[in-house]
């Protein structure tokens, strides 16, 4: 079963079923598991399973391929540290960088319950992602 989250954007009929074929085939999901498929992106179509628990990302061009090879190079070095949040783990990585899944961060968006937060979880997460980008800026890897 796939829904879709936007239905007005077309997409070639042999596109969509091969990218959802790679995505059940790498991350061993059954024929019948849900997977949403999120066309809102510019460069990515990207297909979430188990609530997000399971991402996977393909490329639209080339320059979103070679972003993807950035991306996880950047994920991969982040695993490897003590971080104030949860991250995504890359797990699956095309050689030509025309798609990236990986273990998500399942919940809900930040932009869909920030009004209902108090002051004090607010500044919580606030403190948080403040921490993580000092951390994400602070990385030097050879090519990103």
Known sequence: MLT????????DSETLPGELWTMRALAGLEPDEPIDYN????????YLAR???????????????????R?????EALERRDLPCQVPRVRWCDPDGQYLGYLGVPGVALDTCIETLNAEDRVRI?????????LLHAERLAGV
């Open 39 to 46: 066309d809102v992106g510019w460069d990515s179509r990207v």
């Open 126 to 134: 606030g403190e948080a992602v403040g921490a993580f980008l000092r």
């Open 71 to 75: 991306e996880a190079a950047i994920l």
């Open 4 to 11: 879709r989250t936007m239905t007005d954007v077309p997409i």
């Open 51 to 69: 609530g997000g628990e399971i991402v996977f990302k393909f490329a639209r061009t080339e320059e979103a391929a070679e972003q993807y090879t």
